[in-house]
């Protein structure tokens, strides 16, 4: 059962043009919300995460927005470069998994940024 | 100083063997985990240690066996490989549990023939 399901699977977008993620989860546990960031040939790296007592949280060209009831987030990369062309990855952890907490990850976006 | 670091980077083998890969962190964390990644890139977690304790074995084979000597070291052996076995492996570590950021390695690029 995929717990976390991300959209779109791939993305185009030119240069200076904001790139948006969707994910949706069914999990009402989940407390933790990530997105990772994927080079190729690298390890997944923390971009920014939200928790779920706030709406939003910006760093700097990067945005999540939390959407609680819907039980959806998304990532907003304003002013897409080249260089964020990589797969992201949202996720979602919660704190009362008796077995350990883990984290669940969607199923990746390839994001491509046009010169 | 590479945060986390496994090796191999790559591994080629055959099926049926056995091989290992190793991990080893110098963040001071306590919890390290096992990741694979298949080829349409799926994220899954196969193992999570905290403080050399077993806390999370997700429904992996039990061809595949962890081992944890010190909060530091995960490594990770894989008995009579398989071609489905074919993935990237990323060792990772966090502070507490994965609601705080997890660390991840480079990876480990296993093919099997």
């Known amino acids: 059962q995929q717990q976390v399901k991300q959209s779109p699977q791939s993305l185009i977008v030119q240069k200076g043009g904001i790139s948006i993620i969707n994910c949706a989860y069914e999990?009402?546990?989940?407390?933790?919300f990530p997105w990772y960031q994927q080079f190729p040939g690298k390890g997944p790296a923390l971009l920014i995460a939200i928790r779920p007592d706030v709406s939003e949280k910006k760093e700097g060209r990067f945005t999540i927005s939390f959407n609680k009831s819907a039980k959806q987030f998304s990532l907003h990369i304003m002013d897409s470069q080249p260089g964020d062309s990589a797969t992201y990855f949202c996720a979602a952890s919660s704190s009362g998994e008796t077995s350990g907490s883990r984290l669940t990850f969607g199923e990746g976006t390839q994001l491509t940024v046009n010169p | 100083d590479t945060a986390v670091s496994q090796t191999p980077k790559y591994l080629v083998t055959q099926m049926g063997n056995d091989k290992s890969i190793k991990c080893e962190q110098n963040l001071g964390h306590d919890t390290m985990y096992w990741y694979k990644q298949d080829s349409k890139k799926f994220l899954k977690i196969m193992f999570s240690y905290n403080n050399k304790e077993l806390i999370i074995n997700e429904t992996v084979p039990n061809r595949f066996s962890p081992k944890s000597p010190d909060k530091a070291h995960l490594n990770l052996h894989i008995n009579s490989l398989e071609l489905g076995d074919s993935a990237v492996y990323f060792c990772?570590?966090?502070?507490?549990?994965?609601?705080?950021?997890?660390?991840f390695g480079e990876g480990s690029w296993l093919t099997v023939v």
């Open positions: 990772a570590s966090s502070q507490g549990d994965s609601r705080n950021t997890i660390y």
């Open positions: 999990n009402t546990a989940f407390d933790y």
